[in-house]
Each structure stands twice: as C-alpha cells, then as structure tokens.
C-alpha cells in the first residue's frame, strides 16, 4: 500500500493500522517462546520477538499519521499488550523489554494453565490438555473460534479477513500473492520465512512426544511456519508426555 493512498484516507488509519501491526506481530517475526511448566498447572514463559526490517519500516510511516508519540508504533503495541495481559488475575507476574531496534521480550507467570485460561472466557476450550504429566494442543478450523477468545486481536474485523476463517482451502502461493498487493514485494519472502519456535520444559524426564523435537530430556521443541497458522490448512497439534 503506497503512502499516497494512505493519505487519502486519513480518518480510515486505525482500521489499516491495527491489522498491520497483527500481521507485523504474527507474520514478519520470528518467535521463540521458551515456555517452562511446574507443579499443579502453574508455568512461566518467556517469549523473544524479531521482526523483519521491512515491517518496521511500514508501521512508522504509519506513525505519521497518527498523534505523536514518544513510542514507536511496535513498542506502544508490546507495551499496551504486556500492560493488559498483566491485569488478568491468574497471570503472578508481567512484563516486557526492548532488546534492539527491532527486538523484544515479553515474560509472565502464571499460578494454573486451567484457571487462566477460563479467566479469558474459554472454560470448555479444547485448545490445550494439560493432566499431571502430559501437555498437548490441537489447533484446526473447528476450535479456532475458542482461540479467537484468547486472542482477541483475531477477531478484529479488519484482520479477520487476513486469517483461516476468510480463507480456507486457499493456497500458499494465492495467499502470498495477496500480501503481495497489501505490503509489496518484501511481504510474501518475510512472512514464508515467519518462524514459531515453543521451547516447553517439563518438571520430569519426557517420555513420549509428537510432533515435537527432544532438545533434552526434559526439553522438547514444537516449532511451525507462521503461514501454517494464517491458512490453517492442516491441524496443528503436538503432545508431551514425561514422569
């Protein structure tokens, strides 16, 4: 999108924005979260965020057109979100750290997986098991709406178009070709290249996993590229198990 055309539509700029920042944040980054699990559902996690030149480049000549900021666009967006997420009362502990110009890292803790995750609204979710020695999650089109509710950027209207639901059984090279016309030519390499690495470390010696790769015995590693997650042409799924 040029910024000619941006300046056309100057009252049309928080609609544009926000779904640029979602798609910076789940399309243009890669992401390590190392994710540790203890004893009676309680875990903390640590994620890193890169996100591509090219990204950051788009959101600050978006900045232009919003109210001045001391705040980049991306930093005001990992602060608001650790800021908010830090209000749920099943989270013990947030907080966020800029590493680099185009680096971040966003930590919390949490006391019960299940607790928390009913405090966002999904008590009959389907998206995580957690039992006393095995971890899994499912991910496909019929549950997605439960991630919806644990994400609620997703369901923003001018994203949704942008994910599964608005474009189920499309394919790699159309959907890439479609990026292609939101955020030039940069858009499909960076977003083919997205990356989700789960670093999940367990309070025992793993036994058992799918989908997964052992890092040690009681690591293992769930990773996916991010266009897997945006199509969702395929279930995404991996279990661990560990005594």
């Known amino acids: 999108m040029s910024t000619t055309s941006l300046m056309l539509y100057p009252y049309n ?10 798609i910076a944040l789940l399309s243009s980054c890669t992401v390590t979260e190392e994710l540790t699990l203890g004893e009676g559902g309680s875990g903390e996690s640590v994620m890193t965020i890169h996100a591509e030149d090219f990204f950051i480049d788009v959101l600050n000549d978006l900045s232009e057109f919003l109210p001045e900021n001391d705040e980049t666009i991306m930093d005001s967006t990992v602060r608001g979100f650790a800021e ?24 919390f ?20 098991r957690e ?10 089109m019929e549950n997605y709406q439960e991630l919806k509710q644990l994400i609620p950027l997703l369901s923003d209207p001018n994203f949704e178009v942008y994910g599964p639901e608005y474009n189920q059984g499309m394919s790699e090279a159309d959907y890439l070709d479609m990026i292609y016309f939101l ?5 499909p390499e960076a ?12 309070p025992g010696t793993i036994t058992e996993t799918e989908n997964c790769a052992l890092l040690d015995e009681d690591t293992a590693s769930y ?21």
Request: zero cysteines.
């Open 223 to 243: 990773s996916f590229p991010i266009i897997d997650f945006l199509l969702l042409n395929q279930p995404m799924e991996f279990s661990i198990s560990w005594n």
């Open 84 to 107: 908010e997420f830090g209000k749920n009362g099943e989270i013990t502990s947030s907080s966020w750290e800029k590493l680099g110009e185009n680096d971040y890292t966003f930590s």
């Open 131 to 140: 039992t006393e020695n095995t971890l899994s999650f499912h991910l496909d």
């Open 191 to 202: 977003i083919a290249n997205g990356l989700v690495t789960v670093n999940i470390t367990v």
């Open 13 to 22: 700029m928080k609609k544009i924005i926000l779904p640029l920042i979602i």
């Open 109 to 128: 803790a949490y006391s019960d997986l299940d607790a928390l995750l009913q405090s966002v609204g999904a008590e009959n979710q389907t998206l995580f």
């Open 183 to 187: 955020l030039g030519e940069d858009g």
